[in-house]
């Protein structure tokens, strides 16, 4: 049970390349999020996703765009990449949407990959 | 909309005292909270979380307090331990309009423990 994965770790870019970072989890979780993380700005949501083929804008979902074609994946796109998009990114996934009464004392835990930390020159 | 602040970016304790990291919330309509740990390079764990019908709950060393007076939240750890070292985030619930809910982040504080 590997949890939440990402790929890749690291990953430098030049301006106006396009990536696509993929984000896996094998806890069968209906809800996956992906976060971008800059220094003194803590996590901000950039898309997040609700079930297979549907997702949703977050905070900042400026220059990107995602896919969950698959339950098990979500997939964050940079189509034009900017310095701006300089930043940590992370994944996560829950089995339930973050409600005050989803079930169990830890059904609203999300559960975080290890991060991208990407570069844009 | 919403904001969550932490009030130290840095605090520093020794190993064994009690560590008490703050947190402010800007609306009032957040009915639920969580604490989160994060260590270096790697992803933010749940630590805690407490809904707004509740001023205080405890965990394993942890013990979360919500003033709701106030907008304030409180993680306390007792005992610190140079293991607890990483950067704590509280966040709080924000729900959108297509009725689902998401997290809003504080900045994080950086809890160094020194034996």
């Known amino acids: 049970n590997a949890g939440v994965t990402q790929t890749p770790k690291f990953r430098v870019l030049k301006t106006g390349q396009s990536m696509t970072l993929l984000c896996a989890q094998d806890?069968?979780?209906?809800?996956m999020y992906w976060y971008r993380q800059d220094p003194g700005m803590g996590l901000r949501l950039i898309h997040y996703?609700?079930?297979?083929?549907?997702?949703a804008k977050g905070e900042v979902p400026d220059g990107y765009n995602v896919s969950r074609l698959k339950k098990q994946n979500f997939l964050l796109g940079l189509e034009s990449a900017a310095p701006s998009q300089t930043s940590v990114y992370f994944c996560?996934?829950?089995?339930?949407?973050?409600?005050?009464?989803?079930?169990?004392?830890?059904?609203?835990?999300?559960?975080f990959g290890p991060g991208t930390r990407l570069t844009v020159l | 909309g919403e904001s969550v602040g932490l009030h130290l970016p840095t605090l520093s304790v020794q190993e064994g005292d009690n560590s008490i990291i703050n947190c402010a919330y800007s609306?009032?309509?957040?009915?639920?909270f969580i604490w989160y740990k994060q260590e270096s390079g790697k992803g933010p764990q749940f630590i805690i979380d407490?809904?707004?019908?509740?001023d205080k709950r405890q965990g394993q060393r942890v013990t979360v307090l919500l003033n709701k007076t106030v907008k304030h939240l409180s993680l306390q750890i007792a005992a610190t331990q140079p293991g607890d070292s990483a950067v704590y985030f509280c966040?709080?619930?924000?729900?959108?309009?297509?009725?689902?809910?998401?997290?809003?982040f504080g900045k994080g504080t950086m809890l160094l423990v020194s034996p």
């Open positions: 996560a996934s829950s089995y339930s949407p973050i409600w005050p009464l989803a079930g169990g004392p830890r059904g609203n835990e999300q559960f």
């Open positions: 806890m069968n979780h209906e809800y």
């Open positions: 996703s609700v079930g297979e083929g549907t997702t």
């Open positions: 609306n009032s309509a957040s009915d639920y």
């Open positions: 407490i809904r707004s019908n509740m």
């Open positions: 966040a709080a619930l924000r729900r959108v309009n297509s009725g689902y809910s998401t997290l809003t």
